[in-house]
């Protein structure tokens, strides 16, 4: 079975601080990662996805993740942190139709 | 486009009443998905549809719990009769196939919020 993992339940970083949210996986073949955010009383928006080729994926808002196949990391970054991006991170593997998501990394950015 | 659609946003129910959520896929998406997302247990997939034939079932919790989309812009999922632990936030989702297997993207809509009283 597929899965991926969300080591940290919270991260919390100063606005204009480089933001990170780890994710690792677990899968039998091919990964297919994505990244999604939810923001309050809000569903899930798609920020990025790694299919393959380039390890550094970019996305919207200004994210991108970093694949790492070596140590089954994708790693979601942003250089510079806004308040905005306070929110709800999931990272999740796609196996074949169905996505299976992690636990999910309640991001605080603090002014 | 306008996304996926979902209705109510926010439900709330009797125990033992029937609840029917719905949903309107992105149009000319051939995939839908619906999931329920509770703190306890996070966001757990409960069925999905390809071209409005349920594909894997295998999430639904329950025989309470039963699925339709009788057409491409419509689903329903429905609980019946519903308890307070059914409470939590359930999505809809879509997509179309485009590529290979795995690598298409699923948009979801905003959520009904049930509360079962």
């Known amino acids: 079975a597929q899965s991926v993992a969300q080591p940290e339940d919270q991260v919390n970083v100063a606005e204009g601080n480089p933001l990170t949210v780890k994710c690792t996986y677990s899968?039998?073949?091919?990964?297919?990662l994505f990244w999604y955010v939810q923001y309050p009383n809000r569903g899930l928006q798609f920020l990025l996805k790694y299919i393959t080729g380039d390890n550094l994926v970019k996305g919207s808002y200004g994210f991108e993740a970093e694949f790492n196949k070596s140590q089954t990391s994708f790693h979601l970054k942003k250089p510079s942190a806004l308040v905005s991006d306070s929110a709800l991170y999931f990272c999740?593997?796609?196996?074949?139709?169905?996505?299976?998501f992690g636990a999910g990394t309640t991001v605080t950015v603090r002014a | 486009d306008a996304g996926v659609i979902q209705s109510p946003r926010h439900e709330v129910t009797e125990m033992g009443q029937e609840v029917t959520l719905r949903c309107k896929p992105i149009s000319g998406h051939d995939y839908l998905f619906w999931y329920r997302q509770t703190m306890m247990r996070g966001l757990e997939l409960l069925i999905y549809?390809?071209?409005?034939?349920?594909?894997?079932d295998s999430g639904m919790p329950e025989d309470r719990f039963s699925a339709k989309m009788p057409n491409a812009s419509f689903s329903t999922l429905k609980i019946q009769p519903s308890e307070p632990r059914d409470s939590a936030v359930y999505f809809c989702?879509?997509?179309?196939?485009?590529?290979?297997?795995?690598?298409?993207?699923?948009?979801f809509g905003p959520g009904t919020r049930l509360t079962v009283l």
């Open positions: 549809f390809n071209n409005n034939v349920p594909i894997d």
């Open positions: 989702a879509s997509r179309i196939r485009t590529s290979g297997l795995g690598t298409d993207t699923q948009y």
């Open positions: 899968v039998s073949g091919n990964p297919y």
């Open positions: 999740a593997v796609s196996d074949d139709y169905k996505l299976s």
